[in-house]
């Protein structure tokens, strides 16, 4: 039997953590934190009641649970190791950010060396989902492990479901993120086409909502777009290719790497390579990157001539 947890960790007051970080302690009563980045998130939780510790390990040995919110699978890799001395027998680790499945079973296996329990539980929503409490978690652990955590990821999410076990939550999150940077990458490009014929975007956009094609992505991208703010959507190129990668992995594993997959794989890598990987994705339509980005190659393709008749 799981102890129920009484002290929980968090770390990775960014935009988004910070969010579930205000919610857990209101609604939890109790937290403790790290500076990993910034003072600022650190400093107002405090303020609402926040405990905080000097390091990782710190942390870990004062808290019953560790939630962690971090970029990517190596960053997730280095903290999980700094945190190795502060953890016991019984404690519990969930990882709520977008790993690799490869290093989400490595941190499992490492955990359970050491007697602790871990769950993996990607997220859906944004900043905005995050500071009203209404993510979705996609839940990898035992069935033990999710009748505990439920109600703790509950303080910040308005959906939790348990897809399986360890890796059963990545796999989904996969899903839908390959979902929406398929989205995004049409999106951008059609609307980019869209600008070279003429099209106002403004007009385009208030028929599109009213049909088939609207989506969340959709209205994140060209919400702003069509009154030339380039920043709707607050997430990174950068964050959006180290996704697509993890989805590549899984679908080549899969033998599933379709033309579709590194076409989508291909948009963000390019952006990358000519320099836009710490720009937002909605910024992919600003005139001076969309006019140089999006430029047909058919080298590889069987597509007629352009200037054919």
Not at 186 to 196: I, R, T, Y
Not at 218 to 240: M, P, Q
């Amino acid at each position: 039997m799981i102890a129920k947890p009484q002290n929980i960790g968090f770390v990775g007051l960014g935009a988004m953590g910070s969010g579930m970080a205000s919610n857990l302690l209101a609604k939890h009563g109790q937290l403790n934190i790290v500076c990993n980045r910034s003072r600022k998130p650190v400093d107002e939780l405090v303020t609402q009641g926040a405990k905080e510790f000097a390091n990782y390990a710190e942390l870990a040995s004062n808290s019953d649970m560790v939630i962690l919110c971090l970029p990517n699978s190596e960053v997730v890799e280095a903290v999980v190791a700094e945190m190795a001395d502060g953890f016991e027998d019984g404690k519990i680790l969930i990882d709520t950010g977008t790993s690799s499945l490869q290093s989400t079973q490595s941190v499992a296996e490492a955990m359970q060396d050491q007697g602790v329990h871990f769950a993996e539980a990607p997220l859906t929503g944004g900043i905005k989902q995050a500071a009203t409490g209404e993510l979705g978690a996609l839940v990898g652990a035992t069935s033990e492990v999710f009748d505990m955590i439920e109600p703790v990821l509950q303080n910040f999410c308005s959906s939790v479901q348990h897809f399986g076990p360890i890796g059963a939550g990545a796999r989904a999150k996969f899903v839908n993120n390959y979902m929406v940077m398929g989205i995004v990458a049409l999106v951008s490009e059609a609307f980019h086409v869209a600008g070279v014929t003429g099209s106002d975007w403004e007009k385009l956009y208030d028929v599109v909502i009213r049909g088939s094609a609207d989506s969340g992505a959709f209205r994140r991208i060209i919400g702003n777009a069509k009154n030339g703010d380039f920043e709707g959507y607050v997430f990174s190129i950068d964050g959006a290719l180290k996704d697509m990668t993890y989805i590549t992995e899984m679908n080549t594993s899969l033998g599933r790497a379709t033309p579709l997959n590194m076409a989508v794989l291909d948009f963000f890598s390019d952006a990358a390579k000519a320099g836009h990987g710490d720009r937002l994705l909605s910024e992919l339509l600003r005139p001076e990157i969309r006019e140089t980005l999006f430029q047909p190659d058919f080298s590889n393709s069987e597509l007629p001539d352009q200037n054919s008749p």
